[in-house]
Nanobody, 115 residues
Framework: QVHVVESGGGLVQAGGSLRLSCAAS????????MAWHRQAPGKQRELVAR???????KYADSVKGRFTISRDNAKNTVYLQMNGLKPDDTAVYLC?????????WGQGTQVTVSS
């Protein structure tokens, strides 16, 4: 069972920055993709950014140019650098770690952006 833990959320003013971290542990198997999703109250969960083990990335249109996803494969850790934050970015941010045939999720970290 893979254990996923996020950290780094908080309250920030519009235009500010936050850096989220996510560590996956408890497995000797390779972690394939890692991703950040978010879910705001009353809205569906949406993909924010995804990164492969080969460091290819994909972003939601709403965060392109503002957010950067990166990872340290040796540590099974993924990061999300968020700049130029907007109130619409307010959500619980959840980290996902993918192995063949399985996906593991953390509990999430709250990001709140005040106007």
């Amino acid at each position: 069972q893979v254990h996923v833990v996020e950290s780094g959320g908080g309250l920030v003013q519009a235009g500010g920055s936050l850096r989220l971290s996510c560590a996956a542990s408890g497995t000797a198997l390779s972690i394939n993709d890692m991703a950040w999703h978010r879910q705001a109250p009353g809205k569906q969960r949406e993909l924010v950014a995804r990164i492969t083990s080969g460091l290819s990335t994909k972003y939601a249109d709403s965060v392109k140019g503002r957010f950067t996803i990166s990872r340290d494969n040796a540590k099974n850790t993924v990061y999300l650098q968020m700049n130029g934050l907007k109130p619409d970015d307010t959500a619980v941010y959840l980290c996902g770690a993918y192995q063949t045939g399985a996906a593991y999720w953390g509990q999430g970290t709250q990001v709140t952006v005040s106007s």
